[in-house]
């Protein structure tokens, strides 16, 4: 069972960037669809980004162009890179992972995920 590392969570100011990492601890994880969701105080969680064994990706409307995946496959790491960051950005950010295929919108799903990390907190605040 592959375990996740999340790493790269903080404050910054509106506009600022971030990058986050999502290690997975198995040779295979490089094949696993992985993706990012974010929970906000008081809000139920959402996905924000994903990436399949395929490299297909997906983003939410509200972070599109302004997030990027990328996976690097020696290092078995999923990185989020977050742009442009505004205010309604701030939330725990959660790695979460499957060995299963995953396409299209269900990418995005949570009860699509069998594996998780233990979550990064991003604050945006000026």
């Known amino acids: 069972q592959v375990t996740l590392v999340e790493s790269g969570g903080g404050s910054v100011q509106p506009g600022g960037s971030l990058t986050l990492s999502c290690a997975g601890s198995?040779?295979?994880?490089?094949?696993?669809?992985v993706a990012w969701f974010r929970q906000a105080l008081g809000k139920e969680r959402e996905g924000v980004a994903a990436i399949n064994g395929y490299a297909t990706m997906i983003y939410t409307d509200s972070v599109k162009g302004r997030f990027t995946l990328s996976k690097d496959e020696t290092k078995g790491t999923v990185y989020l890179q977050m742009g442009s960051l505004k205010p309604e950005d701030t939330a725990v950010y959660y790695c979460?992972?499957?060995?299963?295929?995953?396409?299209?919108?269900?990418?995005?799903?949570?009860?699509?995920?069998?594996?998780w990390g233990q979550g990064t907190q991003v604050t945006v605040s000026s």
């Open positions: 979460a992972a499957t060995p299963l295929y995953r396409s299209g919108e269900e990418q995005l799903r949570q009860e699509r995920y069998t594996i």
């Open positions: 198995a040779d295979r994880f490089r094949s696993y669809s």
